[in-house]
């Protein structure tokens, strides 16, 4: 099948890629914005475009309907496969492939709709999830092809919600495009159970100390699943913090530092202990 990929991160490229590999599909074209727009999901990363292999047919825009609709249209795509691609994909496009256009999205849709999935988790979720939806006018907001929920992972970190999310993410992609190829329509989503996730505010990026020591680690891990983006302030400085070690309390003062370490800070939660890893 002839494949046209939407997306604008280098892990969700080499995904798409890997699927196309495993079922023989060719990947005839790659749309992503122009550079920046993958700082939306890692923000120390390079252009996208520059780790691209080199056989790859590119094309950088931002103008979907005028620029992006004929050049997919004249490849006669079978599939359209988005994947962190931080644009509203218009119909122009959506009624081109023969199979359909098809997004992945990490969250258990219809929770979780918008840029920013894992705030499910930093909320409270004691769940990931990642599903294979039609994609339609809306975000987010097509039948569902194919999904995946599982506990958080014991080791909660940002890098382990980022590798469960690639296991569910290869495995909906896989069983979904199988049923969009058997023309299955999949299942609406009920929009009654439809909440949104913004991206997080600047605020939103502090940890606070005195919180308890699951909230603090649960909101680390979700702030830092693609780059290092959690901090805190300690004794006057700004404290990126990459892991959040939980251990017995101290019986002090929360908010209180203990101590420093070669790789970070111990210090008193509301409940425990939280062994600050920094970056």
């Keep these: 099948m002839r494949i046209v990929a939407l997306t604008s991160f280098l892990p969700a490229y ?3 890629e890997a699927w196309a590999e495993r079922n023989e599909h060719e990947i005839v074209l790659v749309v992503t914005p122009p550079v920046g727009a993958n700082q939306r999901y890692d923000a120390a990363a390079r252009p996208f475009v520059l780790d691209l292999p080199e056989s790859a047919n590119v094309l950088i825009t931002g103008k979907l309907r005028s620029v992006a609709a004929p050049a997919i249209a004249a490849l006669e795509p ?11 994909i ?13 997004n992945l999205h990490p969250s258990p849709l219809p929770a979780g709709r918008g840029p920013n999935p894992i705030r499910l988790v930093y909320e409270g979720a004691e769940t990931i999830g990642a599903t294979l939806h ?5 975000f987010d907001t097509g039948a569902i092809m194919a999904q995946r929920e599982r506990p958080l992972p014991a080791d909660l970190t940002g890098a382990a919600i980022f590798q469960a ?15 969009a ?3 299955d329509p999949g299942v609406p989503q009920d929009p009654a159970l439809a909440s949104q996730a913004p991206v997080f505010t600047e605020a939103e990026r502090w940890l606070d100390l005195t919180e308890p020591a699951a ?3 649960r909101k680390a891990a979700a702030l830092n699943v693609t780059s ?8 006057g400085a700004e404290v990126f913090v990459r892991e959040v070690r939980i251990e017995p309390s101290a019986g002090l003062t929360p908010g209180t530092v203990i101590d420093k370490h070669p790789d970070g800070w111990t210090v008193q939660a509301a409940d425990a202990v939280v062994h600050l890893v920094a970056e």
Excluded: H
């Design 14 to 16: 080499l995904r798409l």
């Design 78 to 88: 079978d599939l359209v496969v988005s994947m962190a691609f931080p644009r509203l």
């Design 90 to 102: 218009p119909a122009e496009i959506l009624d081109v492939p023969a199979y359909g256009a098809y």
């Design 134 to 138: 039609r994609t339609e006018a809306g």
């Design 165 to 179: 999310w690639g296991e569910m993410l290869s495995e909906v992609l896989e069983e979904g495009t199988a049923k």
């Design 181 to 183: 190829f058997a023309r």
């Design 215 to 217: 909230v603090i680690r």
């Design 228 to 235: 290092v983006t959690a901090r805190t302030p300690i004794q």
